[in-house]
């Protein structure tokens, strides 16, 4: 039989049995399309566990000086320049003080070294002289906001002269003022006390109680070795602010992900429907055989049958759900896991002539024709 | 030439032999001094293989591609010979739908768009009426005029009569 022929007899062959075409196409579209959905929807899962994780400083490590000696904080601020490191800074030290608009309650004034602000809130503006940050929580008990005025004066001598309604133009004697450079959106799990405090930068001379540091992750293997050692003698091992017992380790929930084998069930579930059309169909292929049909022949119209009712849905079906699934893929985790699960099911999928020859490509022509 | 015979007797066994379906414990089978290929031979089985789902003119148009015709001429000659054996009102019906009878007359046209030089009919009037039957018999001598050397393999002294020859096969397999 010519190709062409060979190709068009199997196509009409399965429209000729179009319901039992039909059900094994929609195994396998779902096939596809679930692989996409579980693999995208578990790996991101992870993959936001990890972001959230590292944005409440799983790669932020905390250098304190033993035995309340402080560290140096030029060391510190030059770790800052390292590669690796996004940024680090330090706590030169911190002062109670109440603000002229909100005089009942009590905050913290911290003097920090350039650097710790972007350890505490990543991408917040470095503030300049005469500029501060307030943390959250002190803004919105204080009614400030990005741009306004914060006037406060420490708790000691802070309430002289000043009342209700007091403005920056009659601060009271020891009053400090400064524009409000940022305020956060929301509180940092990497120093919560900074949710209630002002921060001022200072230039990194002296000590500093505390030398915080943002490591990439991607770099994290080489920096905190050299972090060790880097401060010398006098000060507590390098320590992450957040419990790492409490951490979870991405790299074992991808290895152990319930949807890793999902991809092999899928595919398992579609050879078996494409293997029971087959054994319906089975007198079919017999009979094919009988009029001449040589085992590269049935070859050829398997894989037509596997082309149309398998292949094709699996990438319909794969297609939909990256688009469903856009957004996580955007990720590259994401991204690499999908894209593998749903290759390995597509190769699966192609090579289901091989089943189907096992199946109905042998055995006596003559003894299925007769059982048939 | 009608093979006859009781049952289990292996007339259908005999017939497949000479097909070139089974292989023989011993002895060989020849046509013109050349071994039988399977594609030579036509068949027309009691219950006959059809592709159930496709036309009439489907199941005699495949053997014809099966020979390499191209899609228009084949589709050309199996309307012909299905007209020739009465069925052409019936060509685009879906086989599951025709009568026994009708199905076994598909069953030869296919076996005549075959061209294949002989035609094995094993049981071919089973199970049907008496004009049903006559038809199908009547199909099966319009093969042999046509050139083909007719195989029937039949327990129905109606079908065996109407043979040039018949063979009977007495006892079955030795032992």
Known sequence: ????????????????????????????????????????????????????????????????????????????????????????????????????????????????????????????????????????????????????????????????????????????????????????????????????????????????????????????????????????????????????????????????????????????????????????????????????????????????????????PVLLGTATAVVVTAPALAHEVVRTVVLADAARLLVVSAALPVLGLVLVGRGSVFRILKES | MAVVGPSGSGKTTLLAVIAGLVVPQAGSVTRAGAPVRPDDVGWVMQTTPLLRARSATANVALAALARGADRAAADRLARALLDELGLGDRASVPVRRLSGGERQRVAVARALAQDAPLVIADEPTASLDAESRDRVVDALLAVERAGRLVLVATHDPAVATRCSRVVTLVDGPPG
């Open chain 1, 1 to 312: 039989m010519r190709l062409a022929a060979v190709v068009d007899e199997a196509l009409r062959d399965l429209a000729a049995r179009w319901l039992l075409s039909l059900l094994v196409a929609a195994v396998a579209l779902a096939a596809g399309t679930s692989t996409v959905l579980l693999a995208a929807g578990e790996v991101d899962g992870i993959r936001a566990t990890w972001d959230d994780q590292v944005a409440e400083g799983r790669f932020v490590q905390v250098v304190a000086g033993a035995r309340s000696s402080g560290v140096d904080a030029a060391a510190c601020a030059a770790v800052g320049g390292w590669t690796g490191v996004r940024a680090a800074g330090g706590r030169i030290g911190t002062e109670p003080v109440r603000f002229a608009t909100s005089p009942a309650s009590r905050y913290d004034h911290a003097r920090v070294t350039p650097g710790y602000v972007q350890v505490l809130w990543p991408g917040a503006p470095e503030p300049l002289a005469g500029e501060v940050v307030v943390g959250p929580h002190a803004a919105a008990s204080a009614g400030l906001r990005s741009g306004s005025t914060v006037v406060w004066s420490a708790v000691a001598t802070g309430n002289a002269g000043l009342g209700a309604g007091a403005r920056p133009d009659r601060a009271a004697p020891g009053a400090v003022s400064a524009v409000v450079a940022a305020v956060p959106a929301r509180g940092t799990a990497r120093d919560p006390a900074a949710d209630r405090q002002v921060l001022s930068v200072v230039p990194a001379a002296g000590t500093v109680d505390r030398c915080v540091v943002d490591v990439d992750p991607a770099r994290a293997s080489a920096v905190l070795p050299a972090l060790r050692t880097w401060f010398g003698d006098g000060v507590d091992a390098p320590r992450p602010v957040v419990d790492l017992a409490r951490a979870v380790d991405p790299d074992a929930e991808l290895a152990g992900r319930a949807s890793a084998w999902w991809w092999a069930l899928a595919a398992s579930i579609t050879g078996a429907a494409a293997a029971a059309a087959w054994v319906a169909r089975r007198a079919d292929v017999a009979l094919h055989r009988l009029l001449g049909a040589d085992p590269g022949t049935v070859a050829l119209r398997l894989t037509v049958d596997v082309g149309v009712t398998v292949v094709t």
